[in-house]
């Protein structure tokens, strides 16, 4: 039994790691303009910053063309698949002979969100974070951004401390855990209300994670604002996740805590919708080879 449910987990994780591949190849120029957009915080109006996610799409294509929207990338291609592995094995696992209800959906999503948040996710967005910073307009002296992924980390370890992989972890695992309850629980409850939990075309579970996601991001985005800024090269200026919350309104307001907003609703739209998707899919294709 126990042989059973080892290879039922390493079967979920292999099809979460390939669909999260493929998923991020679409989504991440959107992303990057909204981190881009997050990072602002101080420089708005002073003509370092960006005025808005279109403003900073045109002026990215403008100066670097295409190829600028996929700066910073690396982190997110080498942890893309891992993230999502840890994802749906962790749910899988933790929901295995758990009751079919919303209730445990959101208890299960909880754990799966924090265990991605903890092992992948913060790392993964803390090093794109500082990438995505360096470059940016209002920061003059480069140091890591022109330096291939590898040798950028070994900088960013070196001026930093190895600890600044993980800044930003309290916020990650909260926003981490918010999210994919939100999701899970979005997700099947939908499924389950139509009768299609079991047997749900992609185009089914595309739309069902798709609002999902969306609903998650819009919940979620004061904290991956704050995440954002805890995880950017000012990280040091702040005392701690709360810290920074009050900075980021006293000298922005309230509504800069939804910076981004507008491209992350997009962007996690399409994310989860691509991710359950790909993974239903994807899942029934390990099964016959494996």
Known sequence: MANKQQKSLTKVGLAG??????EIAVTYPLEYVKTNVQLQHGAAGTGSGYNGAIHCFRQTIKTNGLRGLYSGCAPWFAFAGPRSAVRFAAFEFLSKDAPRTSGWDFLCGLGAGACEAALCQTPNQSIQIKLLHDASPAVVEKRYSHLPFFRACAAIGRHHGILSFYDGLAPAVAKGALTNCVRFVGYKGILRASGREENASAMESFGAGAVAGAISAVISQPVDTVKANMMGLDRGVYASSLDC????????????LWNGG???VVR????????????????????KLW
């Not at 919350?245 to 800069?256: L, P, T």
């Not at 996690?268 to 099964?287: I, N, P, R, T, Y």
């Open 17 to 22: 790691g390939i669909a999260g591949s493929m």
């Open 245 to 256: 919350a009050r900075a980021i309104v006293k000298a922005d307001g309230v509504r800069a």
């Open 262 to 264: 507008g491209p992350r």
């Open 268 to 287: 996690v739209f399409f994310e989860v919708g691509l991710q359950f998707a790909l993974f239903g899919e994807v899942s029934k294709l390990v099964d």
